[in-house]
């Protein structure tokens, strides 16, 4: 059985439990209190010399980091990594975009709205913003036409983009203005083994 | 043939260029002036929704963009990109460390010091300095007994982290104090067909 290090709060960490229960793929979680430094002993270090959740341990005791690293791994051989060349490329593509504009920027902002972060820093809170809003814009114009990110079908692409996009409300963005956004979310979660996640920081801080 | 968009000072560009030649694959590349705005014209976010280059024309009249995921397309089926599921996932999981932790860090403490806005963000500047430090930390400690980033095996993962970390001294930073990354360096400017790239933003800038 894998076994995932995995804090709660996490939608990089809740994209790899949606994927393995669409998947009915049995595992165990290893909860790491990130904000005790546990992600960043020597020993976690180890397992991902980046010092961040998720992390998958493998049966064979190896441990793989970067959870769109992570969707390909456990996706191998199934619809939702797909093997031709253009198309498994285009799922990278957006796998990318996702880890650098929209993890970066709305999964930032709504850990800073925990944290009380948004207020010791108003410019880089206001530029981290503006940014997850013009993600937003390019993710609501690609889907303009389509049913799925990639190729018209569910795919890691989806699972990936899916995860801090449905929390951006809990950063103050307002999803209202992204139509194509709101129906694709929709498609999401009506697909088979779909299940909910994460919890508001504010139900975690206070629960 | 397959036509890059391009921008000469980019290292994401350079990325891909540095696997071509390595490929022996003939290509053409168009400059894009994304100084003057050129990556965020209405028909480029058609080629790309990021606006951003590189982006790849392939001969099919179809676009790719984000770095890794061209070098992943093009690296298709050669020992660049590793087909066991194991290490292809790994070679992923470094594609990703390098996009959301050097990527943003070195490349823009990079930038930031031929536009001068190292100088008007002192605060951001500085940080992005120390998460580049702690990201060439965790690359150094990776590669101190490793030949290479996966698998003892030259792979698109160690092209992409090259891209970056090889101009880091432009952005400040001091080699000198990571001894595996600069032995590392060093092994892959021994690889077959390599190319030096980019020039430095001064060059640019001045001529």
Redesign the interface.
Known sequence: MVRLYDYAGSANCYKIKLLLAQLERPYETVDVEIFRGESRTPEF?KKN???RVPVLE?PSG?Y???????L??LA?GTALWPEA??P???V??W???E???I??TIGTVRFWKLTGRDKSQLD?FAKKSDQGQN?LT??D??LEHRSFVVAETYTIADIALYGYTHVAAEGGFDLSNFPAIERWLKRIEEQPRWVPGPPPYSALAHG
């Open positions: 270090l010399p980046a010092g493998l190896e793989l980091a970067e959870s769109s690293a992570i390909a791994y191998t060349p253009l498994r490329a285009r990278l593509q796998l990318f975009f880890q650098y504009e993890e970066p880089l993600a390019a993710l114009r690609h």
